[in-house]
């Protein structure tokens, strides 16, 4: 159905952490190559699918998130934009630089994006947070795009289904990242990819790629058991050194620093994995902004704690089995799986 060889699928990464070379290498060595495109403008969704296409002839998938931004989260007032700067000001202070001017950023619409998406023809269109609207499921379905998108419950799998879509991510919690729920909160959407998979395959009637804490080929084998069709790898990607990740991060993918994750709001403003350091524990209880909000005044942040090398005031996105990451290459790590 995707026209792969063999069933691993490379996670989506948002933000910086897709490159076309990291795309290209899975895909060239028969898996399916990814690219989250969530913040890029329409043209450059079109610039990017076309860099891909340079590297590879083979099949390979584009990913959005449908909902993009919470209520509020992308108009900030100034005033709560300074409140959330002026919180991290220790911050900036230990690390000897003056807290920068808050800054608002582009959301763009998800719609035009996903135009943008359907024009490029991946093989696959694969997206997050919730279910695009008929016209956006009928354009893919026009221009033979194959629809994957994630769940993390059986409800959301069986919407997802029923609006049309071609596969389902059945995403576990251990996995790196953001929580892509969108039927319930993503607090009360926490099942593993253990008992979420063999559910999810249960209750719908299309393909279901497992996703979250897959690292080696035991896992692969485990997803395929439970009933899915494939696997989806995050992390074990994002430790490669074609991946988006600065070197600082792939490096402590490595570290027993990374064997404790947690979920928070504190990096974004909605819920995701990432190692447990010292934003999320200082930061419990703090009021944060909505998504993208709290992201636009977290970044200035992790921008300063890398240029200082300073792993403690970063976000450094993993899921729960980085003690099982082997290999630095693509193709070190596609050698062993299957
Ligand atoms: C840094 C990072 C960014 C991610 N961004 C996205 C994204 O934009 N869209 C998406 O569908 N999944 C995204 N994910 C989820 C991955 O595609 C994948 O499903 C997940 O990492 C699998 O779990 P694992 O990390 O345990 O392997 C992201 C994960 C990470 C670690």
Request: aromatic fraction near 6%.
């Amino acid at each position: 159905m995707l026209g792969i060889e063999r069933p691993i699928v490379q996670g989506p990464f948002g933000g910086a952490y897709s490159t076309t070379r990291l795309a290209a290498a899975v895909s060239n060595s028969g898996g399916l190559g990814s690219f989250g495109m969530h913040r890029l403008s329409p043209s450059e969704i079109l610039e990017t699918a076309s860099s891909i296409r340079k590297l590879t002839s083979r099949p390979f998938g584009l990913n959005l998130w449908v909902s993009n931004h919470d209520e509020g989260g992308a108009h900030p007032s100034r005033e709560a934009l300074l409140r959330m700067r002026d919180a991290l000001r220790p911050y900036y202070t230990e690390l000897g630089i003056d807290p920068p001017e808050p800054e608002s950023k582009t959301v763009f619409d998800f719609e035009e994006q996903a135009r943008a998406i359907i024009e490029a023809r991946p093989a696959v269109f694969s997206f997050i947070f919730g279910i695009p609207s008929r016209d956006i499921i009928a354009a893919c379905k026009r221009a033979g795009i194959i629809m994957a998108a994630s769940a993390t419950t059986v409800d959301e799998a069986r919407a997802l289904e029923q609006a049309g879509v071609d596969v389902i991510v059945a995403s576990g919690s251990e996995a790196g990242g953001h929580r892509p729920s969108f039927l319930a909160s993503a607090e009360d959407s926490l099942t593993g990819t253990m008992s979420l998979t063999p559910q999810v395959a249960g209750a719908v009637e299309i393909p279901v790629i497992a996703a979250g804490g897959i690292a080696d080929a035991r896992g692969v084998a485990a997803a395929m058991a439970l009933g899915a069709q494939a696997a989806q790898i995050g992390t074990a990607f994002l430790a490669c050194e074609e991946s988006g990740a600065p070197a600082l991060h792939r490096d402590l993918l490595f570290d027993p620093a990374a064997h404790r994750t947690a979920l928070s709001r504190v990096y974004t403003g909605r819920l995701a994995r990432a190692v447990f350091n010292r934003l999320p524990n200082d930061l419990r209880g703090a009021p944060l902004l909505p998504y993208p909000a709290q992201l636009w005044t977290m970044s200035p942040l992790h921008e300063a704690a890398l240029q200082k090398g300073r792993a403690d005031l970063m976000s450094l996105w993993s899921g729960q089995s980085a003690s099982l990451l082997r290999h630095r290459t693509v193709e070190s790590l596609m050698a062993t799986l299957p």
